[in-house]
């Protein structure tokens, strides 16, 4: 069914009154989007659900797009190789991170005793070792070494802005 939304987007003064043909919901970056036809643009396009001021339906029915949202996302999302990494951490942290591991890229965990390996596939070890930042304390081993090392190189500059 078309939606009529009425969206403010981030450079918009105010907001416009959109038809749009809905192909797909995602979420990225703690965020919500729509990817849809929009009869404004005559394209596809995303919208974040958080800059919607309204949804309502008009009763219209409009006629399956060649576009899916697996086509949108392939095309929109850069396909570079990741890297495969693992954090291992005391038990104790988990619940304090288990909603974000998800954004960084986890895709599986092992608990063995009192710790657990945490394996992440991730564009850029920088942005996994800034993750771990906020668990550093609890943090007992990187895989691989480059990870670890853009973790240290991470800290020394924390260590050289606030002293010893």
């Known amino acids: 069914e078309v939606l009529s939304i009425r969206y403010k987007g981030q450079k918009d003064a105010k907001a416009v009154q959109r038809a749009i043909e809905p192909i797909g919901v995602f979420y990225r970056n703690e965020t ?3 990817v849809a036809w929009c009869r ?18 008009t009763g219209e029915q409009f006629a399956v ?3 899916s949202l697996h086509d949108y996302l ?19 942290v988990l619940p304090f991170i288990a909603r974000q591991k998800k954004q960084y890229g986890f895709v599986s965990e092992t608990t063995r005793g009192p710790h657990t390996e945490m394996v992440f596939e ?7 070792a800034r993750f771990a930042l906020q668990f550093a304390d609890k943090a007992v081993a990187f895989a691989p070494l480059a990870l670890e090392q ?3 190189e991470i800290l020394q500059r924390a260590k050289k802005n606030f002293g010893s």
């Open 65 to 67: 797009r060649e576009v």
């Open 32 to 34: 919500w989007y729509v």
């Open 122 to 128: 991730t564009a850029s070890y920088e942005y996994l």
């Open 150 to 152: 853009v973790f240290r």
């Open 74 to 92: 392939q095309e929109t999302t850069p396909q570079e190789p990741l890297l495969t990494a693992r954090i291992t951490v005391e038990n104790g």
């Open 40 to 57: 404004l643009r005559e394209d596809v396009r995303n919208f974040r659900l958080d800059q919607m001021q309204g949804i309502f339906p």
